[in-house]
């Protein structure tokens, strides 16, 4: 039986509801719009960062084992790079884009204004619980927005370290954290929110079941959404290439971003027989090179996040068409939960780890006669979040950007991308909608609203009734924004 005070914490619809509440009568009061309380916002993040690292660095390792390096690197320093350049071009974001006119509506001048959603709700997910909490809420906080950040409950102590931290450091009365698991996400999903801003599920939660609930609950508001999910994201290997630098390069990729646990790690290759021997003995090589003779020991890997998933991965390493494939790797430490870095050779296309997304250590490699087939395998799926190539062909290049549509696009290497704030990082099709990083952050978060200034000087009667057959020709003339036309009207000559 709960306690009373237990009870009384509950954090259900109603308790959802308050929050909301408050959330949009100190949003209404218009404190967030002025640009020095957005900057005190970003600013005491960077404070954050700086003061807590090591306190981050441990929640880290105690959710999922993550090494020191990928925690400050791929975490801590992207986190306070994405508020360095908020801070840097926050005002530029926040000034009035210029925009033009036109004779229809001369004399007049436009504008687009980018003013702050309300209320948003930011779903953050557990393989980068940091990151992924922070960088959306960077581009809420840019953008002057009010906020509820839910950071994953498979994430225990990232999840609670941001409960704690957020409300000594940012304006509690406008950035909230709400910590549980599934009722307390339902709780808030009941609400009406200028936005939700949803990362995790992929396909193999059900075929992104997650975002799907969280669209539906959107739905019943008409609230927009930005889905960062997931995908299988093949990498296609082309001959002539240097291999040891490609291999390299996957295996950071894969294994260096918390062991295959990234949404854009890469999921399987697609070579050529010819190359898939070569591929195999230099990846291989390196891995050795990398995690030591015994992986499984190696502390430059992280482990699975939970017993579920684990269970999951074994599942799909054990099936009957796939478990005789495996040419490196394969050792498993389920106290521990760790499983060492996988490749499989040869894999059928209709086993269970070519059906869904893998989001662990294992690779399986396909093979296929000539290179350009790599190209339907990857269309008879559904859109990955990202896709990857290497080749020295200029034409293979420009075939691969054409023919497979992907949220995002690497040539020569992987997951690079995610690091440049210049380009939008997002899904396409059910591996995501809308996108964030940099400006696309601000942007995210933002409503574009049109302006149109007009003075009482220029004022023509031809908009006004009664409608003349002259009247039609000229609006129709100015309309079309052809000086000629607009001549030839006034002369009577059309």
């Not at 994405?82 to 436009?110: D, G, H, V």
């Not at 779903?123 to 509820?148: C, R």
């Not at 579920?308 to 790797?329: M, Q």
């Not at 790599?374 to 008879?380: A, C, L, N, P």
Request: hydrophobic share 40%; net charge neutral.
């Amino acid at each position: 039986m709960a306690t009373k005070e237990e009870e009384n914490t509950v954090f259900d619809v109603k308790a959802a509801n308050v929050l909301t509440q408050e959330l949009r009568d100190v949003f209404a009061s218009g404190k967030t719009r002025s640009y020095e309380w957005r900057i005190s916002q970003l600013k005491s993040i960077v404070k954050m960062c700086d003061e807590h690292e090591e306190d981050i660095v441990d929640a880290l390792r105690l959710d999922l084992s993550k090494p020191q390096l990928e925690s400050i690197v791929y975490e801590l320093t992207m986190v306070k790079n994405s508020c360095a350049l908020a801070i840097k071009e926050l005002k530029r974001w926040m000034m009035p884009e210029k925009a033009k006119t036109t004779l229809t509506t001369f004399p007049s001048s436009a504008e687009v204004l980018s003013e702050p959603l309300g209320a948003v709700l930011i779903i953050s997910a557990w393989n980068y619980p940091f990151l992924l909490s922070m960088d959306p809420l960077i581009g809420a906080i840019a953008a002057g927005n009010a906020m509820v950040l839910k950071p994953s409950e498979l994430a225990p102590a990232s999840s609670a370290l941001l409960a704690k931290l957020l409300p000594e450091y940012l304006d509690c009365s406008l950035i909230k954290v709400v910590e549980g698991a599934v009722s307390e996400t339902s709780a808030l999903l009941e609400q009406k929110w200028d936005k939700i801003f949803y990362t995790g599920s992929s396909s193999f939660l059900g075929n992104g079941r997650v975002g799907r609930i969280v669209m539906a609950a959107a739905a019943k508001h008409l609230t927009p959404v930005v889905l960062e999910l997931g995908g299988k994201s093949p990498v296609v290997v082309d001959s002539g290439i240097d291999i040891q630098i490609a291999t390299r390069r996957i295996i950071v990729g894969k294994w260096g971003c918390n062991n295959g646990q990234a949404c854009i790690s890469p999921d399987y290759i697609i070579t050529t027989k010819d190359c898939a021997e070569k591929l195999v003995d230099s990846l291989k090589k390196e891995l050795e090179a990398f995690y030591g003779k015994n992986p499984l020991e190696s502390k430059d890997l992280s482990r699975i996040v939970n017993s579920n998933h684990f269970a999951r991965l074994t599942k799909l390493l054990d099936e009957d068409k796939v478990s005789g494939k495996i040419v490196y790797g394969g050792e498993r430490d389920e106290a521990n939960l760790r499983i060492a870095p996988t490749i499989l050779l040869g894999v059928p296309q209709n086993s269970l780890i070519m059906k869904e997304e893998i989001f662990g250590p294992l690779l399986p490699i396909l093979t296929v006669s000539k290179i350009e087939d790599s190209f339907d395998i990857i269309k008879s799926g559904t859109k990955p979040l990202a896709a990857y190539l290497f080749t020295n062909n200029k034409k293979l290049k420009e075939q691969f950007l054409m023919s497979v549509s992907a949220g995002g696009v690497v040539i020569n290497d992987t997951t690079l991308h995610l690091a440049v704030h210049s380009v939008p990082f997002g899904g396409v099709g059910e591996s995501g909608m809308g996108s964030y990083h940099g400006k696309f952050s601000f942007d995210a978060f933002s409503h574009k609203k049109a302006v149109v200034y007009r003075s009482f000087v220029g004022d023509a009667s031809l908009r006004y009734p009664p409608y003349t057959l002259g009247k039609l020709r000229l609006m129709k003339a100015l309309i079309t924004g052809n000086f000629w036309t607009i001549l030839r009207t006034l002369l009577g000559m059309s």
